[in-house]
């Protein structure tokens, strides 16, 4: 009786090992995976574009959603236009304070659905969903013109790049943005604003006008925008070669920061 004993012991111990041994439940993205899934520093196979959509009943069409928005940041790459203007006015009174910010990006929206076709993709390892949104990674068959060298340093258990709280790194050759965006009515909102954000970014960074006057400012239509404000800031510029390296969602809050580079010779 006792040695029957012994043997179900073993028998007990051999398949807890086994079990511990072998495959895991796969990590829910509130963990490490969501770290690299969002790090897209280019490859010898290309670059790696994420597109963002939020889930609709039909899989087949957010995954179509999400493709024609990681087309659109590929029609950003090849070119990118933008226009910032930053408004604040004080008053003689306690609450007599107005900040306003107006913004226009033009690129290549229309001509971006031929990119679809062009995207790397699969379905069973290239996605990755956070509250209610999906998000895909999408190999295109490009290179940067200067090889870049960054490489993340993380902290704390959120796992948070360096870049978010110190200054950002110098990459040679290229000039750097980043983009803060605090959470919208959806994730995939608060991305594309953070993605936007570091656009314009790079665009205060090389041609930046402040004054008080007037001001031609296109946005959606052209239109004479006039500014009694001694503080206003007005910025525009066209980027080349602007690509994400890295994005980090703050795990609690779901605000979005967003690491990117633009091209100096280009620019």
């Known amino acids: 009786m006792l040695k029957q004993f012994g043997v179900i012991v073993l028998l007990f111990l051999f398949c807890i090992m086994g079990c511990a041994s072998g495959p895991q439940p796969h990590k829910t993205t509130a963990e490490a995976e969501v770290l690299p899934f ?11 574009f994420i597109g963002v959509a939020g889930k609709r009943s039909d899989p087949k069409e957010t995954i179509r959603l999400a493709l024609e928005d990681a087309a659109r940041r ?18 003689s009174g306690t609450f007599d304070y107005a900040h306003d910010v107006q913004t226009s990006l033009n690129y290549d929206e229309e001509g971006s659905a031929r990119y679809v076709d062009a995207l790397q993709f699969d379905a069973d390892t290239d996605t ?8 895909i990674r999408a190999a295109y068959q490009s290179a940067l013109p200067v090889p870049v060298r960054y490489h993340p ?28 965006a605090g959470r919208h009515s959806s994730l995939a909102d608060t991305y594309a604003a953070a993605y936007q954000n570091a656009i314009f ?17 296109q946005g959606a239509g052209t239109f004479d925008y006039n500014s009694a404000s001694e503080d206003a800031i007005y910025a525009h510029g066209s980027l080349v070669h602007f690509y994400v390296l890295d994005t980090w969602i703050d795990p609690q809050s779901k ?10 010779d280009k620019i």
């Open 38 to 48: 969002l790090l897209s520093i280019p490859t010898g196979q290309g670059l790696t």
């Open 74 to 91: 590929v029609a950003i790459f090849h070119k990118v236009s933008g226009e910032y203007l930053s408004e604040t006015n004080i008053g």
């Open 128 to 135: 990755m969903e956070i509250e209610n949104v999906l998000i």
């Open 153 to 180: 340093v993380y902290s704390g258990s959120d796992t948070k790049p360096d870049w978010v709280d110190f200054p950002p790194p110098a990459i040679e050759g290229y000039e750097i943005g980043i983009g803060y």
């Open 201 to 217: 970014s790079i665009i205060r960074n090389i041609h930046i006008t402040s004054q008080a006057g007037n001001f031609n400012y």
């Open 255 to 264: 605000a979005v920061w967003t690491l990117a580079v633009a091209e100096k």
